[in-house]
Structures are given as C-alpha cells and as structure tokens.
Nanobody
C-alpha cells in the first residue's frame, strides 16, 4: 500500500505565504512525477504545479512567479511554497504522485486526501 499525506494548509491573509508538504510512504520502488492540484468550491480540479523525475517543472499560469514546487527524493516528500497568496487561491489542495511499487514495472497515480488553504483577511 502507498499513502500520501499532506500537511501545511491553513488560513492566511492576502499577501501571505504557506508551505504545503506531501509525504509518500509504503511500498515504493520509485517516485516519478509528483505535484499538486487544487479544487475551489464550484470549480473543477486544476493542476497547480508539477515536477518530474528530472526536476522539470510546470505551473498553472495563475501561480507562476508566486508558487514553487520542490522535491526531496531521499524523504519521498515534495513541497509547494506559496507566496503572495490571493483570495482566489482558496481551495483544497491535493498532492499526487506517480509511483512504482516494487512488485511491478508499471507506475500508478496516487492521491492525498487534500488540505484546505484559505486566503482571507
């Protein structure tokens, strides 16, 4: 079994910063691509940031220059540093990863349960 556990969400004022973490645990041979999606009330889930095994990154246009994704391969953990937060960043943030278990050559996608980020004064 593989589990992804997010942490770091909360309430922050506009212009503030938060750092989200996602830790993968369980039967893991390799963690390939990983990243974050978010879903605001009444909206579809959207990709926020993505980082692959070669550390190439891509970001939603709405967060470029404000959010940074990074990974720690030793800890199987990745982070989303969010700065200059805006009320429209309010959403549930979900981490995901493409993970290969030891007993299989193919990878599968795994998701965390989500963490709430609220940007409000």
């Amino acid at each position: 079994q593989v589990q992804l556990v997010e942490s770091g969400g909360g309430l922050v004022q506009p212009g503030g910063s938060l750092r989200l973490s996602c830790a993968a645990s369980g039967s893991i041979a390799s963690v390939n691509a990983m990243g974050w999606y978010r879903q605001a009330p009444g909206k579809e889930r959207e990709l926020v940031a993505h980082i692959d095994s070669t550390t190439n990154t891509n970001y939603a246009d709405s967060v470029k220059g404000r959010f940074t994704i990074a990974r720690d391969n030793v800890k199987n953990t990745w982070y989303l540093q969010m700065s200059s937060l805006k009320p429209e960043d309010t959403a549930v943030y979900y981490c995901y990863a493409r993970i290969r278990p030891p007993w299989r050559s193919a990878s599968s996608d795994y998701w965390g349960r989500g963490t709430q980020v609220t940007v409000s004064s």
